[in-house]
């Protein structure tokens, strides 16, 4: 073999696998997840400890990660980031930061990559960039950081944001942050004649979240679901800790760790996806959480939010199981603080609540309504039909935000066949003003029939949405089976 091209075919072997390293280095970082206790917002602060001395570093508010993806749909963005101390002490810690188009150009000659860079007259920083930590405390308020789309090519865009100044020590590996910014087409609304907005549970401990995408509406191409939730995550407690905490099991651990394959393509169409976070016999639910136990368990959810990049969450409490391991019984303010610090950390995200065992949330909270802090809420009882609740049991809620008449496509209580469908209710969510129709349990197969018969659910709802839409449903392709 001729030498120079030996060398060549070398060098450009050795760029291919430094560029496969470095991605799966960023694809493991990004967007992991395992069956365990998910533990947000934490940051290996050790490699930059030393003896009495307290170092600075810059993190993203949101996430523990110093390579952070970000998707930009909409012309407008906004990302926080947090001056943190190693250590806190009794002086006040500055800094300033801004962004660093050289940064880019060392990151692609670093790790054979070719990222451009996004442009530095489309980001603007708060203050000016400058940072502070009070005396004795460990970490900054957030600042945040707008980028606007313009009109950028759709790729991705590396944007270094380090800190440039401080009166304390900075670790060299902890002052910069990576943000990917990939550019990417708008995203087309669900939005329908009449405003009633149709979400759809799917228990995905057996059955694909995507077929929520494959029935449209005939002659529009409008998805049928505007909301999939996936059913469903745990509130746990942390026996040894005495500290509540997110789990996931096998199955939420997949679809979320392979979110482009299994939660991307509905937002795609504009389908938003939320996680339905349920408690599971610990004795903790959301009416039983101190107001730390709260706020904890809000920078958890918006830190699952960010990071596997879902649309909000839904709260159900069922299971909890009161009085177990020692915890306390319920309370009447624990349900209303646990939306409020969940909405004040996730302004810009869904809420939504499935209303059984629910209580409290007739009284403000900090002065706002319980209701003001959930953007849907419908009753539970599959088949029946419900007003919304009173002011006294849900306060500031209103018929514009409730689904009074649930659908469970399998029945309950075991029933397999298919329930009956009552159009009287299904026109009285369109004409009195409701703004929600929940639908349960939507399958890809049968878990009854001896063939496993696949499910074709366009005759019954197009029961539907000839009524609330005007139009018949149908089924655009093949139904997805689960396949982890």
Request: aromatic letters at 12%.
């Amino acid at each position: 073999m001729n030498y120079n091209n030996d060398c060549i075919m070398k060098k450009e072997l050795n760029k291919t696998i430094k560029r496969l390293f470095v991605l799966f280095i960023m694809a493991g970082g990004l967007f992991t997840a395992c069956d365990e206790a998910i533990k947000t917002g934490e940051l290996d602060e050790k490699p930059y400890e030393l003896a009495n001395q307290s170092f600075a570093f810059l993190k993203d508010a949101n996430s523990s990660r110093k390579a952070i993806a970000l998707e930009m749909r909409e012309n407008a963005s906004v990302v926080s980031v947090e001056l943190g101390l190693t250590k806190a002490t009794g002086a006040a810690a500055n800094a300033t930061i801004s962004t660093d188009a050289s940064l880019v150009e060392a990151y692609n000659n670093e790790y054979f990559t070719d990222y451009p860079a996004f442009p530095l007259t489309q980001v603007s920083l708060e203050n000016s960039g400058q940072m502070s930590v009070d005396n004795w405390q460990s970490a900054s308020q957030p600042l945040k950081i707008s980028l606007t789309k313009g009109s950028l090519e759709e790729k991705t865009y590396l944007l270094p944001v380090v800190i440039k100044e401080s009166n304390v020590n900075v670790s060299t590996d902890a002052k910069v942050l990576y943000y990917f910014v990939k550019i990417a087409g708008s995203i087309p609304d669900t939005d329908k004649p009449g405003g009633v907005k149709s979400i759809c549970y799917v228990e995905v401990n057996n059955h694909n979240p995507l077929n929520t995408g494959i029935y449209r509406l005939k002659d529009s191409g409008k998805p049928f679901f505007d909301i999939c939730i996936i059913f469903a995550a745990n509130l746990n407690y942390d026996v040894q800790t005495q500290k509540p905490v997110i789990f996931f099991n096998e199955n939420i651990s997949h679809l979320l760790t392979h979110r482009d394959k299994y939660i991307k393509p509905l937002q795609d169409m504009g389908i938003k996806v939320l996680l339905d976070i349920l408690p599971n016999h610990y004795g903790i639910g959301w009416n039983n959480l101190n107001i730390a136990a709260a706020r904890d368990i809000a920078r958890q959810l918006r830190s699952i939010v960010d990071t596997y990049g879902l649309d909000g969450i839904d709260f159900d409490e069922e299971w909890a199981d009161y009085g177990t391991n020692g915890l306390p019984g319920t309370n009447t303010t624990s349900y209303a603080r646990i939306l409020y610090e969940t909405r004040k950390l996730m302004p810009d995200k869904l809420i939504t609540l499935y209303w059984i065992g629910t209580m409290g949330l007739g009284n403000q909270i900090e002065g706002v309504d319980p209701g003001a802090l959930v953007d849907y809420s419908y009753y539970p009882y599959y088949g029946s039909f419900s007003d919304v609740p009173s002011s006294s049991s849900f306060r500031g809620f209103s018929r514009a935000k409730w689904g009074p008449y649930p659908y469970a496509f399998h029945g309950t209580n075991g029933s397999t066949a298919n329930p009956s469908i009552s159009t009287t209710n299904i026109n009285r969510i369109k004409n009195d003003g409701f703004g929600v129709n929940l639908m349960y349990d939507l399958r890809g197969k049968s878990d009854t029939h001896p063939n496993n018969a696949f499910m074709d659910y366009s005759d019954r709802l197009t029961i539907y949405s000839n009524i609330l839409y005007g139009e018949e449903t149908i089924r655009v392709r093949d139904v997805y089976q689960k396949d982890w």
